[in-house]
């Protein structure tokens, strides 16, 4: 029996070991190629082939292996579809902006405006084969849509999928999808638990728990797409991956106010909770923007940021950037353990939209202390001047009777000072070179976006 216990025992053993070495087993590149080279004369059957096509359209590799090394990653990395730039392959797709991504399904085109990533790509992918409308039938799914705060969502009631007023939602929904949550229920039961009227639709934005019912039921197509294009910039957005580049590019005035907070840190939720708050207080300014990073999102990015903006992410900040040049102004966090209260925190935020907090002006002070320490050198030498012509003076009163030979060691003297002045003439010169030198590779750097 003892024997019969044992042998079982080992083979349940050696059973967990094969199976987690099969749990263990990494997906792999399979060989087989998805990539075309899509032109004017391919790109019909090569677009009728695939429901979804993803083009990647670029410059021209070149012929450096470096720029083809870089292409074969980036290959590798989407497996999909690409497109080379040509004068008959842009005008056959419809493509104008190049090193940008658009998927093509069905009778749409979607621009991808995220980063160049595999696991990115195909998670946004999997969105864009979903429905545009997503049905909730019962309590599970509602709970599961009030679970989703960090996008902007819309509910609508109907009747029923045959119901005009649900095919007109649905057609806004495409116009935005995947980019947009659309939901719609034909429960009332569901209905009633989100206080909507029959043909009625909620517009919430992002973080926040009351929603904004759309005046004017029952709507058309057109007015729904433009109540969402007049309010598609919630008063807090997180960036994410997959759209990092398209809210960078959405700035008001060529700013954006940024917070960044670690929200599975304890000081970061904190201050998230406090953003959270002045959000949803002033929800109904227009001029208000912010635009919430979690570094635990961009972790390459992190030295970047850090080095760039003159600040430290192990901790909670909020500033003002501009997009340009990322010249930025941070608020000023006294002691780190101590987070700013909602009112300290809104009136910042009130400075910087009456652009009393302006990065522009926080380098023009730069400027103002450069150019006194400038004035306080000259007024030194001006000092120094006066002193020598002093001690000059003082000398030829004392040196009137001597002979020649002490005149030609004044001259010399004299030319020993003119050297001098002109060593120190050089050591400006030098030290303006250096900073002019700086400048330069400093724009350098801020022209080089990563965002």
């Given at each position: ?79 999909v ?24 399904i ?13 696991d ?20 599970r ?147 208000l ?38 010249e ?12 700013p ?5 809104e ?6 939209l ?75 010169i030098?030290?303006?070179t250096?900073n ?16």
């Amino acid at each position: 029996m003892k024997w019969n216990l044992v042998f079982l025992g080992l083979l349940l053993t050696f059973g967990q070991l094969s199976w987690g070495q099969k749990g263990m087993d990494i997906p792999e590149y399979d060989g087989k190629d998805r990539v075309h080279d899509l032109n004017a004369k391919n790109y019909k059957s090569v677009m009728k082939k695939y429901d979804v096509m993803v083009v990647y359209y670029h410059e021209h590799v070149g012929s450096s292996k470096v720029s083809q090394k870089q292409f074969q990653i980036e290959e590798l990395a989407l497996e999909v579809g690409f497109t080379q730039k040509s004068a008959k392959g842009e005008g056959v797709v419809g493509l104008d902006e190049a090193d940008s991504i658009f998927i093509f399904i069905e009778d749409e085109v979607i621009e991808y405006d995220g980063e160049l990533a595999a696991d990115t790509l195909v998670e946004f992918l999997f969105d864009v084969i979903e429905d545009p409308v997503e049905i909730i039938d019962n309590v599970r799914e509602l709970k599961g849509f009030h679970n989703i705060e960090e996008d902007i969502k819309l509910v609508g009631f109907f009747k029923s999928q045959k119901s005009e007023h649900y095919h007109e939602y649905e057609d806004a929904a495409e116009e935005f999808h995947p980019h947009i949550k659309f939901f719609a229920t034909f429960s009332p039961k569901v209905a009633k638990s989100l206080d909507l009227k029959l043909n009625e639709v909620d517009f919430y934005e992002p973080f926040m728990d009351e929603p904004v019912v759309i005046p004017g039921k029952p709507y058309s197509e057109k007015e729904l797409v433009e109540f969402i294009e007049d309010n598609d910039r919630p008063t807090l957005r997180k960036m994410q991956p997959h759209n990092m580049y398209e809210i960078w590019e959405d700035a008001l005035d060529g700013e954006h106010i940024i917070a960044f907070a670690e929200e599975g840190d304890p000081d970061g939720f904190e201050f998230l909770e406090i953003v959270k708050e002045v959000a949803e207080d002033n929800t109904d300014n227009p001029n208000l923007s912010i635009i919430w990073i979690d570094p635990d999102d961009f972790p390459l990015l992190v030295p970047y940021w850090e080095k760039t903006f003159d600040i430290d992410l192990s901790s909670p900040q909020i500033g003002v950037v501009e997009v340009d040049d990322a010249e930025s102004i941070w608020f000023d966090m006294d002691d780190g353990d101590d987070m700013p209260t909602v009112d300290e925190l809104e009136d910042w935020l009130e400075d910087v939209l009456e652009n009393k907090i302006d990065p522009d002006d926080d380098d023009d002070d730069d400027d103002d202390d450069d150019d006194d320490d400038d004035d306080d050198d000259d007024d030194d030498d001006d000092d120094d001047d006066d002193d020598d012509d002093d001690d000059e003076d003082d000398d030829d009163d004392d040196d009137d009777d001597d002979d020649d030979d002490d005149d030609d060691d004044d001259d010399d003297d004299d030319d020993d000072d003119d050297d001098d002045d002109d060593d120190d003439d050089d050591d400006i010169i030098i030290i303006q070179t250096l900073n002019n030198g700086y400048s330069k590779i400093n724009d350098q750097i801020t022209d080089t976006k990563i965002l």
